[in-house]
Nanobody, 115 residues
């Protein structure tokens, strides 16, 4: 079955950096687009960044220039490099992929940015 496992979250001061990782299994990883979402307390889940199977990327306006999504097909892993973190980036970050018409999610990893 499809499984997505995130890691790399933690507590960081404003201006700091973190790199999230998501290891996928149960899919032809190199053929799948991947995405990162986040959900802050009391807010809806929002799209942060996407990367296509061919490596094309898109970002939410709020993270453009600060976050970078990338993938390593040899490791079935997608990354989210987060720089110049702000307190408003505090959220649970989720890895996502879609197979056919079904969305799959990881368990999430907490990112907390202190001011």
């Amino acid at each position: 079955q499809v499984q997505l496992v995130e890691s790399g979250g933690g507590l960081v001061q404003a201006g700091g950096s973190l790199r999230l990782s998501c290891v996928a299994s149960g899919i032809w990883f190199r053929l799948n687009g991947m995405a990162w979402y986040r959900q802050a307390p009391g807010k809806q889940r929002e799209l942060v960044a996407t990367i296509s199977s061919g490596g094309s990327t898109n970002y939410a306006d709020s993270v453009k220039g600060r976050f970078t999504i990338s993938r390593d097909n040899a490791k079935d892993t997608v990354y989210l490099q987060m720089n110049t973190l702000k307190p408003e980036d505090t959220a649970v970050y989720y890895c996502n992929t879609r197979v056919a018409v079904k969305d799959y999610w990881g368990q999430g990893t907490q990112v907390t940015v202190s001011s």
